[in-house]
């Protein structure tokens, strides 16, 4: 019988590898990570098996996987979108404090042009009416239309 029990230790420890392999290489199951629990999941054994009769071989993933992520390699490819995201985030984020500068000082060039558009109808309103009130102007538009004497 320990023969068996030596065999079938054998058998799930393949089982365990495999399993390993194929989480390391980023053969994610639907729902799963690149984690412990994946790994009891896809290999046919409890997360209590792995932690007690196969710890040599949970230890081994974990080194693996860490090694693998030290590396640059990430094993899970929910990992690698989070990261992905991560960054797009921080993009978006960037560009709303850009847009965001961008209408303030839009803002204020607004307020400095309605100001000096302000100012220069003043101005015109101020120059009519002095126009208006001085009699020693000439309108030289009517004078060009007459024609010079003594031509």
């Known amino acids: 019988m320990g023969r068996l029990n030596d065999q ?3 058998q799930k420890e393949a089982a365990i590898r ?3 392999d194929r989480l390391l290489r980023g053969e994610i199951p639907p729902g799963g990570k690149c984690d412990v629990k994946t790994l009891a999941a896809t ?6 098996a792995l932690y007690s009769t196969y710890l040599h071989l949970k230890e081994e993933f974990e080194r693996r996987r860490e090694q693998l992520r030290e590396a640059g390699v990430i094993a899970d490819p929910r990992e690698a979108q989070i990261g992905r995201l991560k960054d ?6 960037q560009r709303v404090v850009d847009r965001d500068e961008e209408v303030a000082a839009l803002k204020v060039f607004r307020t400095e042009a309605v100001s ?3 100012a ?3 101005e015109i309103v101020r120059l009519r009416a002095a126009l208006a009130s001085t009699s020693n102007v000439r309108d030289l538009s009517v004078s060009r239309n007459r024609v010079p004497r003594g031509s």
Do not use: D, K
């Not at 797009?88 to 984020?93: F, I, R, S, Y």
């Open 8 to 10: 079938t230790r054998g």
């Open 120 to 122: 220069q109808h003043e």
């Open 43 to 48: 290999s046919g054994v409890t997360r209590a």
């Open 18 to 20: 495999a399993a390993m």
């Open 88 to 93: 797009q985030v921080g993009v978006l984020q």
């Open 116 to 118: 000096r558009l302000a």
